[in-house]
């Protein structure tokens, strides 16, 4: 959609009524604005008010997460809150009923008003989300959220939502629950849109336009949709698709997987379990009793979250992976995760895991993994990794000689081609050679690790700060000293 251009007379209201009238703009254009624009925005006339109030459009999409009022004002409880709790400390709240006043409040003023069950898509990323809040909006019938956003919410008891959420996917549970469909909760929440990039400049002081309410609102719908544009030009590849490695910032807890296990095919998350054959009872290698010896490498392993995003070209050498990899349209649901941000203009499962990709070109493979399935077997400087087939590996993270026969092509007199094999030497495998790079390919270590001409020792020249090209940041940093001493 384009940026809307506003009239410089005073006409502007009436536009803006008659274009929101048409439910397909609106529909197009409420996701964009905050839900304090739009309340503005039904303030400025009785027939935008009537628009505001009488589409379910409008709040299809509601964001929370920038609403004032949905915020605990006073936390932790300090002098500052007692006045706030004292009023409702009588009325004898649970911690919880405390944490989740505000956001109770906007919902039943949302249901009195008959909105809030036309609201599909609702983001409560970052605000106080206690779990029983979110167990009656996954399970009350008030509600009719498909798609919820809760990452990176505060007051939340993860513990109390798994079991939430191992309820309403229950085997016994009744037909056609639970609504909710998919959860965002392990990812970081969308960023600000960013206000410095130069085609995203203030629109300039009111030439003609009148500074009242309505053209502020006007202005900044205008600086919305000319956003979206940007972005949806802008945009690339999604991180899940691409070589990005760790997408959360800890790893998620076995009882994680297993919640998403139990929940399999039923609500969907912006994560997936890890398919890796080590967590296949039939593939892993299951010991029969008590070892001594160091773990083996292929040993059964619980179910993990797979945490790591490793680009669409598979194992280093055979470009695939013993699991089948997941591409969109062909593989199950359940194989993606929920990709960030949230679509704006649906709230089905498919648009929110559809990668984005351009016209016509089809969506790459999801290649994502749990750490442990890619222990010794991915270098976290450049994301290169080798699959079971390729690589034993062992339990101890190392680089290992292969030998490779390779064969170059040899065009003989008479026109026929030869295979001339040669013996090459391959190094793969990773090792954590910088405390800071983390476990590296030989290819990085080449790059970033040198060895010291004084002292003989190998030193990282990105992580080692005083160091130079050919001296170790102590011998550098030494020498620098011996010059100034004399
Ligand atoms: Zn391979
Ligand atoms: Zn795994
Ligand atoms: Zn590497
Ligand atoms: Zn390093
Ligand atoms: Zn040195």
Redesign the pocket.
Known sequence: MGALILPPDGSLTTTLADLLSNSLVLRQTAPYLPVSAVYALAATSKALWGIVHNSPEVFRYLDLSTVKSAVVPYEPLDSGGISWRAERMDESLTEDEFYSGPLRGIFSKLERRRLLQHVHTLVLDGLSVPADLVREIISEDRFNVRILSIREVRNLNERKLMQVLRYVVRPSRPAGTPRIKGIYFFGPRDPAPAQDEPSKKKPPPSRGITSSQGAKIGAEWNQKSSNALNAALARTDDKWYQGSGRMMAKRPSLEWAETLKACEGIIFFDAVLCRGPRHDPSKAYISDGPSTSLPNPSSFLNPAIASVALGPSGCETCHSCPEIPAIFGQSPASQFPLLSPLPLHSSSVRAAQMPRTLKGSRPPPLFVRCEECLKGRWCE?CHKWWDENCYTGSAIAQRTELQQTEFTESIQTNGTTHLIPKQTIKIIGVRR??????H?CISCKEL??RRCRTCGNEY?????DASSDTRCDWCNYTSRRTVEMY
């Open positions: 400087r050679d910088c405390f800071g790079c983390g590296t970033f690790i990282c020249i990105e992580d080692n």
